[in-house]
Nanobody
Framework: QVHLVESGGGVVQAGGSLRLSCAAS????????MGWFRQASGKEREFVAA????????YLADSVKGRFTISRDNAKNTAYLQMNSLKPEDTAVYYC?????????????????WGQGTQVTVSS
């Protein structure tokens, strides 16, 4: 079964950067889309970014477009979320998600495997 483990969260000043990693198990990681979601305390989970199985197609939420970059290294079975120019409103638990499909989607229901989450806190 697929197991996803996020890492790289922490506390950073506004304007700073963090890179989140998602290490995935599985035989055919390169075939399936990956996504990043976040959930702030007391709020609903929201879409952040997604990447196709090959890495050739990416989709970012408007709130992070121009600041965040999603990528993957299929040889390492790892997806990444590079977060630059962080803002206090980016503070949330960030979750890595894996799908059963090759294409990208912003819908949480599209993703069937989820990591444990990693906390990102941006201070002002």
């Amino acid at each position: 079964q697929v197991h996803l483990v996020e890492s790289g969260g922490g506390v950073v000043q506004a304007g700073g950067s963090l890179r989140l990693s998602c290490a995935a198990s599985g035989r055919t990681f390169s075939s399936y889309a990956m996504g990043w979601f976040r959930q702030a305390s007391g709020k609903e989970r929201e879409f952040v970014a997604a990447i196709s199985g090959s890495g050739g197609n990416t989709y970012l939420a408007d709130s992070v477009k121009g600041r965040f970059t999603i990528s993957r290294d299929n040889a390492k079975n790892t997806a990444y979320l590079q977060m630059n120019s962080l803002k206090p409103e980016d503070t949330a638990v960030y979750y890595c998600a894996g799908s059963w499909y090759a294409g990208v989607s912003s819908a949480a229901t599209f993703y069937k495997y989820w990591g444990q989450g990693t906390q990102v806190t941006v201070s002002s």
